[in-house]
């Protein structure tokens, strides 16, 4: 059975970093990329970037790019990404997802809150 | 970059109604991928490359379009129905998600 298990919801100070994980089961991890989509409350779905684990390519929105970093560590089949300088705007909920094509897998998401 | 338009944003449909869910690109794409996300939930798979239907997806769904338009319909409308729907699409390098159009039941 295919699973992407994220990481636990975060509650962070502004300006601080997050770093979340994804770590896969149940598929060959190096078979398929990875992705990470954001969701604002009350919003639609972002595409924030994508992780080619075989190769450790990567590829972001432009919106993201500096905001979001994208690992991966074969060994464990775990997926990561890191947000930075957090604000407000970063309030979310972030989900991981796998892929060939269409994104056919998806985390359970984690929630992130930025507050003081 | 290619935006996606959804149309309607919001809608209600009664149990055994026709329902078309729009998704227009700013530019020609070859094809359209639709996800059902509800509410607390992460969003699913549900119509693939315009017109193929993601496992377990009732065959009262269907897709369609070419160029820049695409569609979702669902003929007769039932409560499980009730969701919001995304469009998606890949251009290199980007993938890109439209608004959403939620879907209610009446």
């Not at chain 1, 970093?17 to 060959?28: F, L, Q």
């Not at chain 1, 990329?33 to 954001?38: E, Y």
């Not at chain 1, 972001?60 to 500096?66: A, I, R, S």
């Not at chain 1, 994208?70 to 957090?86: F, V």
């Amino acid at each position: 059975e295919v699973k992407l298990q994220q990481s636990g919801d975060e509650l962070v100070r502004p300006g601080a970093s997050v770093k979340m994980s994804c770590k896969a089961s149940g598929y060959t991890f190096t078979d398929y990329a990875m992705h990470w989509v954001k969701q604002s409350p009350g919003q639609g779905l972002e595409w924030i970037g994508t992780i080619i684990p075989l190769i450790d390519t990567t590829s972001y929105n432009q919106k993201f790019k500096g905001k979001a970093t994208l690992t991966a560590d074969k060994s464990s089949n775990t997926a990561y990404m890191e947000l930075s300088r957090l604000t407000s705007e970063d309030s979310a909920v972030y989900y991981c997802a796998r892929s060939l094509g269409p994104f056919d897998y998806w985390g359970q998401g984690v929630m992130v809150t930025v507050s003081s | 970059e290619i935006v996606l338009t959804q149309s309607p944003t919001t809608m209600t449909a009664s149990p055994g109604e026709k329902v078309t869910i729009t998704c227009r690109a700013s530019s020609s794409v070859s094809y359209m991928h639709w996800y059902q996300q509800k509410p607390g939930a992460s969003p699913k798979p549900w119509i693939y490359e315009t017109s193929k239907l993601a496992s377990g997806v009732p065959d009262r769904f269907s897709g369609s379009g070419s160029g820049t338009s695409y569609s979702l319909t669902i003929n007769n409308m039932e409560a499980e129905d009730a969701a919001t729907y995304y469009c998606q699409q890949w251009n290199y390098p980007s993938w890109t998600f439209g608004g959403g159009t939620k879907l209610e039941l009446k």
